[in-house]
């Protein structure tokens, strides 16, 4: 069953690291994302990543920009591009619209089914932290192709701005 609130789940066998996206996959969720490609880069053992998006209803940009995170977290310790399992015509649009086909491997059924899947627990965040990581998010997406740049541009600017608004509070 889906479900309309976004939620991530992971598990790790043999080498191989999933990482499922169900719902509606918000910005709510960057923390939990973070989070995990922090993980993953540090993940002892780890050969190959697989994002699976086949329950994913939608991913705002903000969830986008942290998949890409995730995949740079990896490229330099996986030897193949990681993978992305999505049907969802309206998701798989939207990741190639942003440019994923040139970070990741993607296809509509996985070669394998994970085992065992479970849910990470949401991180929480306050919103400063959750400001500054909507901004990180945005800046990854832009480094990807030139219609993010010019896509998220003014996003970046007005976050950057109320960057510095609070820096310069006493």
Do not use: W
Not at 1 to 12: K, L, S
Not at 45 to 68: C, K, Y
Not at 82 to 92: M, Q, W
Not at 151 to 162: D, G, H, K, S
């Amino acid at each position: 069953m889906i479900t309309n609130e976004g939620r991530v789940q992971a598990a790790f066998d043999s080498g191989v690291f999933v990482l499922k996206l169900c719902g509606d996959v918000r910005l709510t969720l960057c923390a939990t994302l973070d989070t995990q490609a922090q993980q993953l880069a540090r993940t002892p053992g780890l050969q190959s990543l697989i994002i699976d998006l086949r329950e994913a209803t939608n991913v705002d940009s903000t969830a986008l920009g942290f998949l890409a995170k995730v995949a740079m977290a990896v490229k330099d310790r996986i030897l193949y591009k990681p993978t992305i399992v999505v049907d969802n015509p309206d998701v798989k649009r939207m990741l190639e619209v942003m440019g994923f086909a040139q970070y990741f491997a993607m296809m509509e059924t996985p070669l394998t089914e994970a085992s065992e899947l479970c849910d990470l627990p949401e991180v929480p965040a306050d919103m400063e932290e959750m400001r500054k990581r909507i901004l990180e998010a945005h800046r990854i997406l832009m480094r990807m192709s030139e219609h993010n740049r010019e896509e998220f541009q003014p996003l970046v600017e007005m976050l950057e701005a109320q960057e510095t608004s609070h820096s310069d509070k006493p």
